[in-house]
């Protein structure tokens, strides 16, 4: 595809710096640009670099220090980072989908109630009284169980599951191998051997949610595991039974948060870290990558490490012990100090 400086600055309402009809034929990286590509720079670090590299022109953030060539072509923006997100709206492919209405592979009730312009791709299963919003599109393989229902505009990829009685809103988007749904983890041993607890529960995902590939959230034991709206869980992020994620939510990769635990609006995880079972954060809540969080924490939190602690004191702590080595020799130096010292005090008394 060519689109030119012109077409770029239109679509994220950029200032060129340069020629408007500068022509490019794709978007890159900074690294792997060539000179007929067009790259972005939302920081000074990079944007000081820029004239070395044979990129073509470049998405710069207003503010930020950039050298370049006299043949590159700037398109200053408000932020690069939204800004090539338009782009790339513009530049993606659009994806494959099943035709408008059922294909014949697919198993759809006739109990189950279907929007205007559904797609519902092979081998699909829709269960009774299941009902599949205006223009939703469901992929090869997806299930969606009795009683389920999906806002408008949902898409669903490869063996999505939403098993019976969950809800999905409007436009949520699910990836290969999510599941939505399954029994919470619940367990109690007797008689030696464990017994399953029921889970009668569903789940609520919000609208503008999108969950990656193999996310697994559970279903309530007795309420409903709730999504906020505009929230957005990458791959492989587990989601206990009960739990309560405020809008905007956003977690990483391999985050694993326990049962009943609740969580205001705009919790961020960085991945691999974790949260025990009935913790409650307030809004606007930061835990960084591989902590483990096991106690209640305010809005505003900013928790780092395994307990997870406030940030500041865990800094602090690390830097005291980047000092132990220095700490630990100038204590044996005091040590030999006092030694020879006292040695001296002896002799004199002598």
């Known amino acids: 595809m060519s689109f030119t400086a ?51 022109g470049a998405l710069c953030t207003e503010g930020i220090e950039v050298n370049y060539r006299p043949d590159q072509t700037i398109i200053w923006v408000k932020d690069a980072d939204l800004a090539t997100a338009q782009v790339l709206e513009r530049l993606a492919p659009p994806p494959p989908l099943p035709d408008i209405g059922i294909h014949p592979s697919a198993i759809v009730s006739p109990q189950a109630v279907l929007g205007h312009q559904v797609r ?57 191998g999510c599941v939505i749904g399954a029994d919470g983890f619940g367990y109690r041993f007797a008689g030696g051997k464990h017994i399953k607890i029921p889970q009668i529960g569903r789940v609520t995902v919000g609208d503008d949610c999108e969950l990656g590939a193999n996310t697994t959230v559970d279903r309530g034991k007795f309420g409903d595991t709730v999504i906020g709206d505009g929230s957005k869980l990458d791959n ?52 960084a990558g591989f902590s483990a969080v096991t106690g209640d924490a305010p809005a505003g939190s900013e928790l780092v490490g395994t307990p997870a602690r406030p940030a500041k004191e865990y800094f602090a702590e690390l830097r005291g012990l980047h000092h132990l080595p220095k700490s630990a020799l100038k204590l044996r130096e005091l040590e030999q100090r006092v030694s020879t010292l006292e040695s001296s005090s002896k002799n004199d008394c002598s």
Not at 126 to 153: P, Q, Y
Request: proline fraction near 2%; aromatic fraction near 4%.
């Open 6 to 56: 012109a077409d770029v600055a239109q679509w994220c309402s950029g200032r060129i710096e340069g020629s408007a009809e500068h022509q490019f034929t794709g978007m890159n990286f900074l690294d792997q640009a060539d000179g007929s590509t067009l790259t972005f720079v939302g920081h000074s670090r990079y944007g000081r670099k820029l004239g070395q590299h044979p990129a073509a």
């Open 120 to 176: 519902i791709g092979p081998l699909v299963v829709v269960e009774a009284t299941a009902t599949i919003g205006d223009r939703c599109v469901l992929m090869a393989h997806n299930f969606i169980g009795r009683g389920s229902t999906l806002g408008e505009d949902c898409t669903l990829w490869p063996n999505a599951v939403v098993r019976e009685r969950c809800s999905l809103g409007k436009r949520v988007i699910l990836h290969c």
């Open 236 to 287: 492989l992020v587990q989601i206990g039974h009960n739990v309560s994620l405020g809008r905007g939510t956003v977690l990483v990769s391999h985050v694993a948060v326990g049962g009943s635990v609740k969580a205001g609006d705009y919790l961020v995880m960085g991945g691999g870290s974790v949260i025990a079972d009935h913790v409650t954060l307030g809004p606007g809540t930061r835990v």
